[in-house]
T-cell receptor, first 112, second 116 residues
Framework: RKEVEQDPGPFNVPEGATVAFNCTYS??????FFWYRQDCRKEPKLLMS???SGNEDGRFTAQLNRASQYISLLIRDSKLSDSATYLC?????????????FGQGTILTVHP | GAVVSQHPSRVICKSGTSVKIECRSL??????MFWYRQFPKKSLMLMAT?????????EQGVEKDKFLINHASLTLSTLTVTSAHPEDSSFYIC????????????FGPGTRLTVL
């Protein structure tokens, strides 16, 4: 089983749509959780951290369920510029505290 | 956020040659740098963790004699791919962090390596 698993998509949605991405992780000892976005041929960029209480940043809402080892990202009112690959990332696995483990990414395309 | 640079951004080399990639933190002291590799349509995979002034810690399956990492200063880490082969062609990305990776990792823009 992969350490961090995501639905690879692709998701194709019209502008203005709401889209949700899911992610599961296998190690219950994981410490921190993040969503990154990666544009084609670019480095990943931190979108937001994910907290147990749930957190929101503008049109983006992240949720964490530690009991189910499940993370989600909701994007409301999608924009063309939201088109990217969204990476679910877990920190604190293995022997390296700082180690980030990436999911395979979910591809989102927002069309006019 | 902090700025991390990588050089070169793209390199094409012949099979059997060695390629050195530099990762620099431009505006903070990076006690820890991480090296990742990303194959097409795959996710980033951590190759090794390097702490300034000490030997790198390699992930399982990554050959330390093939991927030489040096982290001699708080602002510079290098990855040398020795005797590169076509299967080493990939996108290599570094990240830098302070406090042993406790805080946010800032990613470099990546180096695209193509081995002919």
């Amino acid at each position: 089983r992969k350490e961090v698993e995501q639905d690879p998509g692709p998701f194709n949605v019209p502008e203005g749509a709401t889209v949700a991405f899911n992610c599961t992780y296998s190690n219950s000892a994981s410490q921190s959780f993040f969503w990154y976005r990666q544009d084609c041929r670019k480095e990943p960029k931190l979108l937001m951290s994910v907290y147990s209480s749930g957190n929101e940043d503008g049109r983006f809402t992240a949720q964490l369920n530690r009991a189910s080892q499940y993370i989600s990202l909701l994007i409301r009112d999608s924009k063309l510029s939201d088109s990217a690959t969204y990476l679910c990332v877990v920190k604190g696995l293995g022997t390296s505290y700082g180690k980030l483990t990436f999911g395979q990414g979910t591809i989102l395309t927002v069309h006019p | 956020g902090a700025v991390v640079s990588q050089h070169p951004s793209r390199v094409i080399c012949k099979s059997g040659t060695s390629v050195k990639i530099e990762c620099r933190s431009l505006d903070f002291q990076a006690t820890t740098m991480f090296w990742y590799r990303q194959f097409p349509k795959k996710s980033l995979m951590l190759m090794a963790t390097s702490n300034e002034g000490s030997k790198a810690t390699y992930e399982q399956g990554v050959e330390k004699d093939k991927f030489l990492i040096n982290h001699a200063s708080l602002t510079l880490s290098t990855l040398t791919v020795t005797s590169a082969h076509p299967e080493d062609s990939s996108f290599y990305i570094c990240s830098a962090s302070s406090a042993g990776g406790l805080y946010e990792q800032f990613f470099g823009p990546g180096t695209r390596l193509t081995v002919l």
